[in-house]
């Protein structure tokens, strides 16, 4: 290419000109050329992923007030439109005929009204662009990704949670695209428009969840790919758990229910994403992000050690919806320290026992308050999150927040009994990181129906001929951390320390099990070795049974609404259909036998 269009060349300095002519692709100055004239923005910035880059950032950021200094000066704040403080569910959708579940808009509709609210949305702002690789940079299976926005905010996140590789665009390569404003904050033009083909529009919006493309938007395209190609991309932390040798295992929980906690009990590759392909029959994982975004309620020093630890050292940091304190420093809810007098929150002004316009208390906080740092602060962080080749995967986990029926940890009798009962059965508390009632019970197979943009049956006959194809599928575990029993829960948040290592010790083939209609669960000796062994604790034989008690009937209620689910979707696989007949007749029959509940004593004498 000779020259690029003036729309390009007049808003780029002539050093940014010649760094975009020496990657020689036609692909990216075609998109950003368009978009150039669909935003107008007076400049264009190439952010390459230097230092350079991050101080020029990072101080528009705070020239433009996205973000406020704090006291440690690798310290930020955001905040976020009141009304602009989670996922918008309702604003986000595919550009595609009905798909059931998700959020669908006629393509053509659905474009034409976006980009008529992305029209000069730029105008009097720079627009920046970045580089990205999800998954190493080196790996053959990573995907380039460019983002578009006039947020130095979105910039400067994606710097800590991707991994910058312009140079990677060199020649005709291709790649998703991102293209987001924050438009003028009006949150009834909020829209987020995933177009299959590999674009997504953002605007109005500047909540992570819903501008930074990378995380959830990239998501539902690579999910897309994913089913196309036969691999999985999935809403899955990686760890690696001790035993004999390090095991890793992946770890499906909607947001808020245990995934970030999780992530941090072993070597640490991925707390949110992961690409899961099968290379020589073996499932091997990489998690295609560089950093965390994660919920910041509730993380406090005795509980969340590794965590707080890099919230409070030099390290780079942005808090968002926070309390800014006027001393320079945040304050989150649940954090065990004092709630302050006063101090600034997504509200504006705050103080202690301010009411919002109908009378309700507003937090210091937003429960949904966030912070972004990078991988390579966490102390648990395993190195091997950039080999190229992944981490071959030994066991999935699906964790619900589940008040009243799952059992703690059970693992599947297979693959497909697993993927069907334990992932495609997922049901969990509403999360805050979703805009709207938080609590209620939902429908949410592999925490994905947020991010599924393919049809469920395409997406669960993908899932198990993925597993069938490999020499050696991944064992599969169901996890719940929040079973109540009638004095409140009944496991305290280190449990969690004692089913990963039972995992462990099952892949080793050390711990035994017992069978029950749901699949395999502890044995009190080994639980009560464990507890001793993990955390130091003596594991009476009536936590046991009150935890292991498979509360049969709840199980079966359970199961029939998930069928009654399955059979109103067209395309359900008829082996889902089948694996959910078979777990329910497997239930009548302990039902007949035991009543509404069964006991581990009871199963093991019988
Ligand atoms: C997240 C989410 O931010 O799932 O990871 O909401
Ligand atoms: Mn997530």
Request: zero cysteines.
């Given at each position: 290419m000779e020259v690029f269009p003036e729309s390009l060349r007049g808003r780029l300095s002539s050093f940014m000109s010649n760094k975009l002519y020496q990657l020689h692709n036609t692909n990216l100055v075609t998109f950003l050329s368009d978009i150039v004239e669909l935003c107008e923005p007076d400049s264009v910035y190439l952010v390459e992923g230097t230092r350079e880059d991050l101080e020029y950032v990072k101080r528009k950021a705070l020239e433009n007030g996205e973000e406020i200094p704090l006291l440690n000066r690798n310290h930020t704040v955001h905040f976020d439109h009141p009304l602009d403080q989670a996922r918008a569910r309702e604003d986000t959708f595919i550009l595609s005929g009905k798909i059931p579940f998700v959020n669908t808009r006629p393509r053509e509709e659905g474009l034409k009204e976006v980009l008529g609210i992305l029209k000069g949305s730029m105008k009097n702002r720079e627009m920046l662009v970045g580089f990205y690789s999800l998954g190493p940079v080196n790996s053959k299976h990573r995907i380039l990704a460019v983002q578009v926005t006039d947020s130095t905010y979105v910039i400067h996140s994606e710097m800590m949670l991707y991994r910058s590789a312009f140079w990677e665009f060199s020649g005709n390569v291709d790649f998703l695209r991102f293209v987001h404003s924050r438009g003028t904050q009006d949150i009834k033009r909020r829209r987020i428009a995933i177009d299959l083909g590999g674009t997504v529009y953002s605007v109005n919006?500047?909540?992570?969840?819903?501008?930074?493309?990378?995380?959830?938007?990239?998501?539902?395209?690579?999910?897309?790919?994913?089913?196309?190609?036969?691999?999985?991309?999935?809403?899955?932390?990686?760890?690696?758990?001790?035993?004999?040798?390090?095991?890793?295992?992946?770890?499906?929980?909607?947001?808020?229910?245990?995934?970030?906690?999780?992530?941090?009990?072993?070597?640490?590759?991925?707390?949110?994403?992961?690409?899961?392909?099968?290379?020589?029959?073996?499932?091997?994982?990489?998690?295609?992000?560089?950093?965390?975004?994660?919920?910041?309620?509730?993380?406090?020093?005795?509980?969340?050690?590794?965590?707080?630890?890099?919230?409070?050292?030099?390290?780079?940091?942005?808090?968002?919806?926070?309390?800014?304190?006027?001393?320079?420093?945040?304050?989150?809810?649940?954090?065990?320290?004092?709630?302050?007098?006063?101090?600034?929150?997504?509200?504006?002004?705050?103080?202690?026992?301010?009411?919002?316009?109908?009378?309700?208390?507003?937090?210091?906080?937003?429960?949904?308050?966030?912070?972004?740092?990078?991988?390579?602060?966490?102390?648990?962080?395993?190195?091997?999150?950039?080999?190229?080749?992944?981490?071959e995967v030994e066991a999935m986990i699906f964790g619900v927040k589940d008040y009243n029926t799952l059992v703690p940890i059970a693992e599947a009798f297979d693959?497909?009994?697993?993927?069907?009962?334990?992932?495609?059965?997922m049901e969990s508390a509403r999360t805050s990181a979703v805009l709207g009632k938080s609590d209620e019970m939902?429908?949410?197979?592999?925490?994905?129906?947020?991010?599924?943009?393919?049809?469920?049956?395409?997406?669960?006959?993908?899932?198990?001929?993925?597993?069938?194809?490999?020499?050696?599928?991944?064992?599969?575990?169901?996890?719940?951390?929040?079973?109540?029993?009638?004095?409140?829960?009944?496991?305290?948040?280190?449990?969690?320390?004692?089913?990963?290592?039972?995992?462990?010790?099952?892949?080793?083939?050390?711990?035994?099990?017992?069978?029950?209609?749901?699949?395999?669960?502890?044995?009190?000796?080994?639980?009560?070795?464990?507890?001793?062994?993990?955390?130091?604790?003596?594991?009476?034989?009536?936590?046991?049974?009150?935890?292991?008690?498979?509360?049969?009937?709840?199980?079966?209620?359970?199961?029939?609404?998930?069928?009654?689910?399955?059979?109103?979707?067209?395309?359900?696989?008829?082996?889902?259909?089948?694996?959910?007949?078979?777990?329910?007749?497997?239930?009548?029959?302990?039902?007949?036998e035991f009543g509404d509940r069964v006991t581990p004593s009871q199963l093991e004498s019988s």
């Open positions: 919006t500047t909540y992570a969840g819903n501008s930074v493309g990378l995380k959830k938007l990239a998501l539902r395209l690579t999910l897309n790919m994913a089913v196309n190609g036969g691999w999985l991309s999935e809403h899955m932390a990686i760890i690696g758990i001790d035993g004999e040798r390090t095991h890793y295992v992946t770890a499906s929980f909607p947001s808020g229910s245990g995934k970030t906690s999780t992530s941090m009990l072993g070597k640490l590759i991925s707390d949110d994403l992961a690409f899961i392909r099968n290379v020589d029959g073996k499932a091997r994982a990489w998690n295609p992000e560089a950093g965390v975004f994660g919920i910041i309620h509730g993380i406090n020093p005795k509980d969340d050690p590794i965590i707080w630890e890099v919230l409070h050292k030099d390290d780079e940091v942005i808090f968002s919806n926070v309390l800014l304190k006027p001393d320079g420093t945040v304050y989150w809810d649940g954090s065990g320290e004092p709630e302050p007098e006063k101090g600034v929150n997504f509200t504006g002004e705050w103080w202690k026992g301010k009411r919002d316009g109908e009378g309700k208390p507003v937090p210091a906080s937003h429960p949904n308050a966030r912070f972004t740092v990078r991988l390579t602060s966490f102390r648990n962080l395993d190195p091997r999150y950039e080999d190229p080749e992944g981490v693959w497909a009994h697993g993927v069907v009962t334990m992932g495609a059965s939902e429908f949410n197979p592999m925490a994905l129906l947020d991010f599924i943009s393919v049809s469920l049956g395409m997406y669960l006959r993908n899932y198990l001929d993925f597993g069938r194809r490999l020499s050696k599928s991944p064992r599969i575990y169901s996890a719940n951390y929040f079973l109540k029993g009638e004095k409140g829960f009944l496991n305290s948040k280190e449990d969690k320390r004692v089913w990963l290592r039972w995992i462990a010790e099952r892949l080793e083939g050390k711990a035994g099990s017992i069978l029950t209609p749901i699949g395999y669960i502890p044995k009190y000796d080994d639980l009560s070795r464990l507890f001793y062994h993990v955390l130091g604790k003596d594991y009476s034989r009536e936590s046991y049974e009150a935890q292991f008690t498979i509360r049969l009937k709840a199980y079966k209620e359970k199961f029939k609404r998930i069928k009654d689910i399955y059979m109103s979707v067209d395309d359900t696989p008829a082996e889902v259909i089948e694996i959910l007949d078979k777990q329910l007749l497997e239930i009548d029959k302990y039902v007949r």
